[in-house]
């Protein structure tokens, strides 16, 4: 994929405090009435106030825009649904946005509506200057979630999933920005919605009229706010035409009860578990060992490593929007101190010339400076405190978390139950259930919704058996602070990495170990750790070289072959070999027909190395997928990361093998 373009809104402050684009020509909103436009506008003609009244418990409702700007739209919406919506309903806020405002822009412009003060702050604290893709926010204890599409919406809008009930179609006027104005976007707006869905938008323009129409919507004028004579609101009346979708990437049918049954209580399950339990879900975690984060998730020092790559593969394009969430979640969850994590940043060394490379092509692509710059030695020495001898990059708002505390945090809800020192042998299915059993094969519990969170002992039951999933070995060592060594004031990160004291211990790691699975630490790894540290600050190494280390930490990774997790609902595998098998003749076919899921079977699991970064958006994903949300990734990504990837790769490998050896497949 090709990298995209970085753009920041082009501000210019007129009287003081009206922002003004001077690339569009146009104001954003009008100082005097902005808020109540949007009132009149977008709440007002999508009948928001009464729709909302009459929501049920649990129900959820979608809101897209088109244009987020300041977030006006967005917070008055936010602050409508806060006094008429039942309080177990959750808001779905989902906005396109092409030319980000920086975050000190976005305060400024905000700060003309103090009676938006409160809602203001909220999205102020979790709002950083943001980086082309999706970014997912989280709010009121997770009744408001927000989705921003930063890129171009003729990109964005086409990979979202997502089924709206009522649309903001904002921006500036057709006039000025007439690119956006177009059939396309009238087209994906209405296959994207809900039968009944409503538009409202400030323009009365005919052609958007017309577009609108010829869509499928049922449009009207009605009077316009202040001086505008006119304006637009409709409601579709004709469903679009839905493209073919991948069966076997579709939803499954949506949770009927909103309870479940989480399996593993590491970083994914914990992340999992928070996630649905803000969504007033009733989860039960289950944990074989005796404490929470008691295998790969209890190291004591975890790095937010955000490893991107300037091409933007699938799994670069995951780590980015997923490293973005979890410092938001952080920020809204995790006091900092206190042992708990550390935003000291994180300094990626440019330890060779293909690193280094790598580096300046990211470097390059106008990241914010508050994401990542480049740095020199010189500068990475200042910013470590301690010498390094290579260029590199600074991630300022990364750092170190420790696991363990987070999970604890994660798990600290009401709806949340926890069992530790609790195997699980079996799961078996009757009656609409799952059923968990133990070694003995007596039901420790049932529900109609079941998440495996367990790593690689995730394949270990007979319905996941066919995922691919491969545990590695990792050891870290655990080495004394002293005076010199508590002068690391970031992480450094090469091969290796190594972190800023905690509670008087540096964290140094970590090995990769193919050859064996066993939990015992070996003095091998420590000296291959020791030797990682050269390339870090070889002033570090050789103060470290002469002191033995306090002690290791063994435990194993989870990855895929592709090294991208595993999330979503899973597929039974040999029904849906023989029901696709067309694909395994022609892999350009276009079946149909639901296929065949394990009903409530959903997996969250091969973060390999990076659960910090992965697992909390992970586990908003997987609340999305029962809930029948918006997706918080693009389509594709969240295709790169379903379980059914695999079956399907297996069917199209023996569709190729057939076409490049037609002669041998046709003698057998």
Same mark, same amino acid.
């Given at each position: 994929?090709?990298?995209?373009?970085?753009e920041?809104?082009d501000?210019?402050?007129?009287?003081?405090?009206?922002?003004?684009?001077?690339?569009?020509d146009?104001?954003?909103?009008?100082?005097?009435?902005?808020?109540?436009?949007?009132?009149h506008?977008?709440?007002?003609?999508?009948?928001?106030?009464?729709?909302?009244?009459?929501?049920?418990?649990?129900?959820?409702?979608?809101?897209?825009?088109?244009g987020?700007?300041?977030?006006?739209?967005?917070?008055?919406?936010?602050?409508?649904?806060?006094?008429?919506?039942?309080?177990?309903?959750?808001?779905h806020?989902?906005?396109?946005?092409?030319?980000?405002?920086?975050?000190?822009?976005?305060?400024?412009?905000?700060?003309?509506?103090?009676?938006?003060?409160?809602?203001?702050?909220?999205?102020?604290?979790?709002?950083?200057?943001?980086?082309?893709?999706?970014?997912?926010?989280?709010?009121?204890?997770?009744?408001?979630?927000?989705?921003?599409?930063?890129?171009?919406?003729?990109?964005?809008?086409?990979?979202?999933?997502?089924a709206?009930?009522?649309?903001?179609?904002?921006?500036?006027?057709?006039?000025?920005?007439p690119?956006?104005?177009?059939?396309?976007?009238?087209?994906?707006?209405?296959?994207?919605?809900?039968?009944?869905?409503?538009v409202a938008?400030?323009t009365?323009?005919?052609?958007?009229?017309?577009?609108?129409?010829?869509?499928?919507?049922?449009m009207?004028?009605?009077?316009?706010?202040?001086?505008?004579?006119?304006?637009?609101c409709?409601?579709?009346?004709?469903?679009?035409?839905?493209?073919?979708?991948?069966?076997?990437?579709?939803?499954?049918?949506?949770?009927?009860?909103?309870?479940?049954?989480?399996?593993?209580?590491?970083l994914?399950?914990?992340?999992?578990?928070?996630?649905?339990?803000?969504?007033?879900w009733?989860?039960?975690?289950?944990?074989?060992?005796?404490?929470?984060?008691?295998?790969?998730?209890?190291?004591?020092?975890?790095?937010?490593?955000?490893?991107?790559?300037?091409?933007?593969?699938?799994?670069?394009?995951?780590?980015?929007?997923?490293?973005?969430?979890?410092?938001?979640?952080?920020?809204?969850?995790?006091?900092?101190?206190?042992?708990?994590?550390?935003?000291?940043?994180?300094?990626?060394?440019?330890?060779?010339?293909?690193?280094?490379?790598?580096?300046?092509?990211?470097?390059?692509?106008?990241y914010?400076?508050?994401?990542?710059?480049?740095?020199?030695?010189?500068q990475?020495?200042?910013?470590?405190?301690?010498?390094?001898?290579?260029?590199g990059?600074?991630?300022?708002?990364?750092?170190?978390?420790?696991?363990?505390?987070?999970?604890?945090?994660?798990?600290?809800?009401?709806?949340?139950?926890?069992?530790?020192?609790t195997?699980v042998?079996?799961?078996?299915?009757?009656?609409?259930?799952?059923?968990?059993?133990?070694?003995?094969?007596?039901c420790?519990?049932?529900?109609?919704?079941v998440?495996?969170?367990?790593?690689?002992?995730?394949?270990r039951?007979?319905?996941?058996?066919?995922?691919?999933?491969?545990?590695?070995?990792?050891?870290?060592?655990?080495?004394?602070?002293?005076?010199? @060594?508590?002068?690391?004031?970031?992480?450094?990160?090469?091969?290796?990495?190594?972190?800023?004291?905690?509670?008087?211990?540096h964290?140094?790691?970590?090995?990769f170990?193919?050859?064996?699975?066993?939990?015992?630490?070996?003095?091998e790894?420590?000296?291959?750790?020791?030797?990682?540290?050269?390339?870090?600050?070889?002033?570090?190494?050789?103060?470290?070289?002469?002191?033995?280390?306090?002690?290791?930490?063994?435990g194993?990774?989870c990855?895929?072959p592709?090294?991208?997790?595993?999330?979503?609902?899973?597929?039974?595998?040999?029904?849906?070999?023989?029901?696709?098998t067309?694909?395994?003749?022609?892999?350009?076919?276009?079946?149909?027909?639901?296929?065949p899921w394990?009903?409530?079977?959903?997996?969250?699991?091969?973060?390999?190395?990076?659960?910090?970064?992965?697992?909390?958006?992970?586990?908003?994903?997987?609340?999305?997928?029962?809930n029948?949300?918006?997706?918080?990734?693009?389509?594709?990504? @969240?295709?790169?990361?379903?379980?059914?990837?695999?079956?399907?790769?297996?069917?199209?490998?023996?569709?190729?093998?057939?076409?490049?050896?037609?002669?041998?497949?046709?003698?057998?």
């Amino acid at each position: 994929m090709s990298a995209p373009t970085i753009e920041s809104a082009d501000l210019v402050w007129m009287d003081g405090d009206q922002p003004f684009s001077s690339r569009f020509d146009d104001v954003y909103f009008s100082r005097e009435s902005g808020l109540d436009e949007t009132r009149h506008v977008f709440l007002t003609h999508n009948r928001l106030s009464e729709r909302w009244s009459s929501l049920s418990a649990g129900e959820h409702f979608c809101i897209a825009e088109t244009g987020f700007g300041t977030g006006l739209n967005f917070l008055a919406a936010w602050q409508l649904w806060e006094t008429c919506a039942p309080p177990d309903t959750f808001l779905h806020f989902v906005s396109t946005e092409k030319y980000p405002l920086s975050r000190p822009d976005l305060q400024r412009a905000l700060a003309i509506w103090p009676e938006l003060d409160g809602l203001s702050a909220e999205l102020l604290t979790q709002y950083q200057d943001l980086t082309p893709g999706w970014q997912h926010f989280s709010f009121a204890g997770g009744r408001v979630t927000l989705t921003l599409l930063i890129g171009d919406l003729f990109d964005t809008l086409p990979q979202l999933d997502a089924a709206v009930d009522a649309w903001f179609l904002d921006g500036f006027a057709p006039a000025r920005n007439p690119d956006m104005w177009q059939p396309a976007l009238y087209q994906r707006m209405a296959e994207l919605s809900r039968p009944g869905a409503t538009v409202a938008t400030f323009t009365s323009v005919g052609d958007v009229r017309r577009g609108l129409i010829a869509a499928g919507f049922a449009m009207q004028k009605v009077k316009g706010f202040g001086r505008k004579r006119e304006m637009l609101c409709g409601q579709l009346e004709h469903m679009a035409e839905q493209r073919w979708q991948a069966p076997w990437y579709a939803r499954p049918k949506p949770a009927e009860e909103r309870s479940a049954v989480i399996v593993g209580a590491g970083l994914a399950g914990c992340s999992t578990a928070h996630a649905l339990a803000r969504r007033g879900w009733q989860i039960t975690v289950i944990e074989r060992l005796p404490e929470v984060a008691g295998a790969a998730s209890g190291n004591p020092q975890g790095i937010l490593y955000c490893k991107l790559s300037p091409h933007h593969p699938p799994l670069s394009r995951f780590i980015q929007s997923s490293y973005q969430y979890s410092l938001r979640l952080l920020q809204r969850e995790l006091e900092p101190g206190e042992g708990r994590w550390q935003p000291c940043g994180v300094l990626q060394l440019g330890s060779d010339e293909k690193e280094q490379t790598r580096q300046l092509g990211l470097a390059n692509q106008g990241y914010p400076h508050s994401f990542l710059n480049a740095v020199d030695a010189t500068q990475a020495s200042a910013l470590a405190g301690v010498e390094v001898h290579h260029p590199g990059l600074f991630f300022p708002s990364g750092g170190w978390v420790s696991p363990p505390a987070l999970c604890r945090r994660l798990l600290d809800h009401p709806n949340i139950q926890v069992h530790t020192t609790t195997a699980v042998a079996e799961l078996r299915r009757g009656n609409d259930q799952w059923h968990i059993l133990d070694d003995s094969g007596n039901c420790l519990l049932s529900s109609r919704t079941v998440i495996l969170c367990g790593a690689h002992e995730t394949a270990r039951f007979e319905q996941t058996r066919h995922l691919t999933l491969k545990p590695i070995r990792g050891q870290i060592t655990h080495l004394p602070a002293d005076t010199l @060594s508590s002068q690391l004031k970031t992480v450094l990160c090469a091969d290796g990495y190594v972190s800023p004291a905690r509670q008087g211990e540096h964290h140094l790691g970590a090995s990769f170990r193919f050859d064996r699975l066993d939990l015992d630490p070996s003095d091998e790894e420590n000296q291959h750790n020791l030797q990682l540290l050269q390339d870090l600050s070889p002033e570090l190494h050789q103060h470290f070289s002469t002191t033995p280390p306090q002690g290791a930490r063994v435990g194993l990774r989870c990855t895929a072959p592709d090294y991208l997790p595993l999330l979503g609902p899973v597929l039974e595998p040999d029904q849906f070999l023989e029901q696709y098998t067309v694909l395994g003749k022609d892999a350009s076919q276009q079946p149909a027909g639901p296929p065949p899921w394990q009903q409530g079977l959903y997996v969250n699991t091969a973060h390999g190395s990076r659960g910090l970064i992965s697992a909390p958006l992970s586990g908003e994903l997987i609340a999305a997928w029962l809930n029948d949300e918006p997706l918080p990734l693009p389509r594709d990504l @969240s295709e790169a990361v379903h379980p059914s990837r695999f079956l399907l790769r297996q069917l199209v490998r023996g569709s190729r093998s057939k076409q490049q050896n037609p002669t041998r497949s046709t003698q057998q």
